[in-house]
Nanobody, 125 residues
């Protein structure tokens, strides 16, 4: 089973940028999509962004649309999340996930079966 591994989290000031990386060796041959989710303290895990391996189709949560950008490197089985104009409310543990979601589940945790351990992103001055 593919085990995604996230990296790139850290502390950043409001308005700053950060790029998260997810390594998921073998995922492009078994799963059809990769997603980023986040979970803040005391809140439920929520969808951030997703991308298909076989097409450039992407989807974003309204809260991050126009600020975050998801991309993939099929040759390396890596997925990236570029986060710009970060806000304190973006503070959370960010998780990378692999799965075979259909259109109705690509933005939900149940669409994914393999999850990373998460990386902390803290936006604070």
């Amino acid at each position: 089973q593919v085990q995604p591994v996230e990296s790139g989290g850290g502390l950043v000031q409001p308005g700053g940028s950060l790029t998260l990386s997810c390594s998921a060796s073998g995922s492009s041959g078994y799963y059809n999509a990769m997603g980023w989710f986040r979970q803040a303290v005391g809140k439920e895990r929520e969808f951030v962004a997703a991308i298909r391996w076989s097409s450039p189709m992407t989807r974003y949560a309204d809260a991050v649309k126009d600020r975050f950008s998801i991309s993939r490197d099929r040759a390396e089985d890596r997925v990236f999340l570029r986060m710009n104009s970060l806000k304190p409310e973006d503070t959370a543990v960010y998780y990378c996930a692999a799965g075979r979601p259909i259109a109705s589940t690509i933005g939900t945790p149940r669409g994914y079966t393999s999850w990373g351990q998460g990386t902390q992103v803290t936006v604070s001055s």
